[in-house]
């Protein structure tokens, strides 16, 4: 049996059934642990509690679930500790899992681990397909193997790769730098990359980027801006700069109507139109099955990711998609309705937790 909640309030105020923890840099509690969320978590029995990573676990408990975005060793060294004395506690997520998504090479196989989506596109309608990869890449860990790349030089690592790039650090520590990238048109624009670095293929989709956030069992996704088609002139137009920095698009303020994602009409392969702009939402059921699928191959339940639509349709005539990105634990405030899908995935996780006696520290 799982014991009653220990730590239950007394006196006025709500009645806690449950405690949550959350190890969570300053960052992310600011804006994730908004209000909203801490009263809908209360009206539901759930407490939402800080948990200093630096002090030893045991010393801040009772908890019944626990969910963080840290993956350094002697966090990693707590929390095997916390779930070998709790087994019954789920720890959202492990650490291991996460670790995939720190290097942008990395975080990216996981694509090729999915099946290929086929998507009905109206009740007894054909199949409409879409074919979903991720540009190619190649990952620069010296300076030297930047400098050595020279015209003409298809045998080179870089040579596969097609002008334009999108230079991106490798690492994705939470750092500002680690979202510092640049959008090279040609080979001189190499010169200011700094390495280790993942070289992206950039794919020309029209200036909207969709970004899918999925809590559990649950997807949602939201439109975005993001850098705008490259023409091919620009590439042989040496009077403009060869390369050029950028930062934190996908945050800029919206052009029109940015919220978009659910509901509206369908398009002729089954996709929503959004809003103001007319830009096509990636359908639904493609969304979900996606997102399904990454959860799975991640082992992942709190993560997003971008979703871009090439402009060109592939040879089959398919609509091209490309996931660019995966973050864990991301801005979960900016996804409408948060709250709840985060409160109803807390339930969940209580629900299925193991039925034994020790679910308290
Ligand atoms: N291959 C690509 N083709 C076209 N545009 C791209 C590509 N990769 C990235 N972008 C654009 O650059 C932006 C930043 O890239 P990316 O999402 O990889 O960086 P990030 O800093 O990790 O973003 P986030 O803030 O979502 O973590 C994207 O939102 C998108 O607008
Ligand atoms: O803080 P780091 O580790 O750099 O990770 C960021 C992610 O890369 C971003 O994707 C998050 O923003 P979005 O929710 O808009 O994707 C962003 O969310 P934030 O707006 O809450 O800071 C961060 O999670
Ligand atoms: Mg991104
Ligand atoms: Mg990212």
Redesign the pocket.
């Known amino acids: 049996m799982v014991t009653e909640q220990s730590s239950a309030a007394s006196g006025p105020g709500p009645a806690y059934s449950y405690t949550i923890g959350y190890a969570l840099p300053p960052s992310k509690v600011e804006s994730v642990i908004q209000p909203s969320l801490v009263s809908l978590a209360a009206e539901r029995g759930m407490r939402l509690v800080a948990v200093d990573a630096l002090r030893p676990l045991a010393e801040q408990g009772p908890l019944d679930l626990l969910i963080h975005k840290r993956y350094d060793k002697p966090w990693r060294a707590q929390l095997e500790a916390f779930s070998a004395l709790h087994p019954s506690v789920p720890v959202v997520d492990p650490p291991a899992a996460i670790l995939r998504l720190v290097d942008?090479l990395a975080m990216l196989d996981v694509v090729s681990e999915l099946h290929p989506v086929a998507v009905n596109s109206a009740a007894g309608a054909p199949a409409a397909e879409y074919c979903l990869s991720v540009?190619n890449q190649v990952a620069v860990h010296d300076a030297a193997a930047l400098a050595s790349y020279g015209a003409d030089q298809e045998d080179h690592p870089l040579g596969a790769l097609r002008f334009p790039l999108?230079a991106?650090p490798l690492a994705?520590d939470g750092s500002a730098g680690?979202?510092a990238?640049s959008l090279v048109y040609r080979r001189e624009g190499l010169r200011e990359v700094q390495a280790p670095v993942v070289l992206?293929?950039?794919?020309n989709?029209g200036g909207v980027?969709f970004?899918v956030y999925v809590v559990g069992g649950r997807a949602t996704c939201v439109r975005?801006r993001?850098?705008p088609d490259v023409p091919a002139e620009r590439l042989l137009d040496l009077g403009q700069d060869a390369s050029v920095p950028?930062?934190?698009?996908?945050?800029l303020p919206p052009t029109a109507d940015s919220t978009a994602a659910p509901g509206g009409g369908a398009d002729d392969k089954g996709g929503p139109i959004c809003g103001d702009n007319d830009v096509e939402m990636p359908p639904a059921c493609f969304v979900d099955e996606v997102s399904r699928g990454l959860r799975r191959a991640l082992g992942l339940n709190l993560f997003n990711f971008?979703l871009?639509r090439a402009t060109e349709l592939d040879g089959d005539g398919r609509r091209r998609y490309?996931i660019?990105?995966i973050?864990y634990f991301?801005g979960y405030a900016k996804m409408p309705g948060y709250e709840t899908a985060l409160t109803d995935f807390f339930s969940e996780m209580l629900r299925a937790r193991p039925p034994v006696d020790d679910a308290h520290l």
């Open positions: 942008r540009p999108i991106k994705v680690s979202h990238m992206q293929e950039f794919v989709h980027l970004k975005r993001s850098l950028f930062a934190n698009i996908s945050n971008d871009i490309f660019i990105d973050n991301p």
